[in-house]
């Protein structure tokens, strides 16, 4: 499930982050000389101006620049247990960009400018952003966007892809528990099965910050395949995907007091080789629609794919769209 996202049935698909639980794993997205400089600013994780989870284009104070003073917010506590501050890996980025087909990302896109209603130069936030596969879709159509994420090396990735497409782009290291920086926005989206990467409380905080980050009647959308509904009729203990020749394979267990997935993934190609213990929280769509409420958000539609058709039990995937009051 670690991805950050494509839907798959058998086989991977994308996403900026994903986790591959069921039948479906989730879905994800390289400096040429003279072309435009994506930013290359990053924050210490002992610094107490860290920005541990924030990737993707655009931003900032300026267009294709992040200052050192820019940052997502204090960074109150210490993430080093978290794992996904290690996870996202050359070899797992690798994987999850193989494992998504362009198409997926620009069906998304198309998902994404429909549903938060936004027109060309309109500023959105990416977060997290994993290696910025939506972000650079919406700059290449026009949006100015910001993306934040936790791992350096999505940043990095998604930086030298910018430079490769000659894109004005921002990449920034930061925390989804912190302020973005740049506020206001004129929308948000969190794609990739991010939004349980939290416990409950800092989900809320997540959603808090997201709250004040985008401006009144602003809109965010969240793609998520661990919706109770969606992950646990479907849910087997194994599962086993390969992509650009490497493979993956996940443990899933589930702990049904705690309301959380666990994995343990295994990621492999030729002599290279990482292991991961992860959990994610597992919401029904009742208890999503309730913590988003609980932070001020109005949920306007809930569909089971990208068409918008309404979500039902068993879709593989669910797509909130959340307006500010």
């Known amino acids: 499930m670690a991805d950050r996202r494509g839907s798959r049935r058998g086989r991977p698909q994308a996403s900026s982050r994903s986790c591959p ?141 910018a430079g490769e497409l000659g894109i004005e782009a921002d990449f920034l290291v930061g925390d989804m528990r912190s302020a973005p920086p740049g506020a206001p926005y004129d929308g948000a989206y969190c794609f990739g099965n991010s939004f349980g990467y939290l416990s409950h409380e800092d989900t809320k905080s997540f959603v808090r910050n997201v709250f004040h980050a985008i401006r009144p009647g602003g809109r965010w959308a969240i793609d998520t395949g661990c919706a109770a509904e969606s992950l646990l009729p479907h849910l087997g203990p194994d599962r086993r995907l390969e992509a650009g020749g490497i493979s993956y394979s996940v443990r899933n267990s589930y702990d049904a007091e705690a309301g959380r997935l666990l994995q343990s993934c295994v990621l492999e190609k030729g002599a290279e080789r990482q292991t991961a213990e992860i959990s994610y929280g597992i919401y029904t769509v009742a208890e999503l629609r309730r913590i988003l409420a609980g932070e001020g958000f109005r949920v306007v539609s809930a569909s089971g794919s990208l068409d918008g058709r309404p979500f039902q039990l068993g879709d593989r995937r669910l797509l909130l769209v959340a307006e500010r009051g």
Do not use: N
């Open 21 to 161: 639980t069921t039948d479906a794993a989730r879905r994800p997205t390289r400096k040429r000389s003279r072309a435009p400089r994506a930013s290359s600013s990053s924050y210490s994780p002992s610094s107490i101006a860290t920005i541990k989870s924030c990737d993707a284009a655009g931003a900032g104070s300026s267009r294709g620049r992040v200052t050192d003073e820019l940052a997502c917010g204090t960074l109150a506590r210490s993430m080093a247990s978290q794992w996904y501050e290690s996870f996202f890996t050359p070899l797992a980025l690798d994987f999850w960009r193989a494992a998504v087909p362009a198409s997926a990302t620009a069906e998304e896109a198309d998902f994404l400018v429909k549903h938060l209603g936004v027109a060309p130069r309109a500023r959105l936030l990416d977060l997290p952003a994993g290696f910025g596969r939506h972000a650079l879709a919406l700059v290449r159509r026009g949006y100015r966007v910001t993306g934040i994420d936790i791992a350096p090396e999505a940043i990095e990735s998604a930086r030298r892809e």
